[in-house]
């Protein structure tokens, strides 16, 4: 079972076509949904920290290792901090009825 969020990427023709080739299902999932999963920030964290921090990465490998360093620099304290965040992040998403919020 798999949970996207609609973004045109994950519609593509070619995905489609692995999902359906490795019969993965996808969960039903409004459009515009407000995305509360933590992950999605941190990986925003990463790239910035990647593009901050390093050269373009010249392939996968490079980037991969690029990646695991700024992953493992993140300080421990953002990442509390985030998590302490939630509570925050999801009654704003509860007052906006699911719509905009400064997260």
Known sequence: ???????????????QDVLQRQQIVRMNWPARSPD????????DIIGRRVR?????PADVD??????QQEWTAI????????VN???????ECLAARGGHTRY
């Not at 300080?75 to 985030?82: D, R």
């Open 1 to 15: 079972m798999l949970q996207d969020d609609n973004a045109t990427s994950h519609r593509a023709r070619v995905v």
């Open 36 to 43: 509360l999963a933590p992950i999605e920030h941190l990986w």
């Open 52 to 56: 901050d921090n390093h050269p373009p």
């Open 62 to 67: 490079q980037l991969f290792r690029f990646l």
């Open 75 to 82: 300080p421990q304290q953002m990442l509390q901090n985030h």
């Open 85 to 91: 965040s939630m509570r925050s992040r999801i009654g």
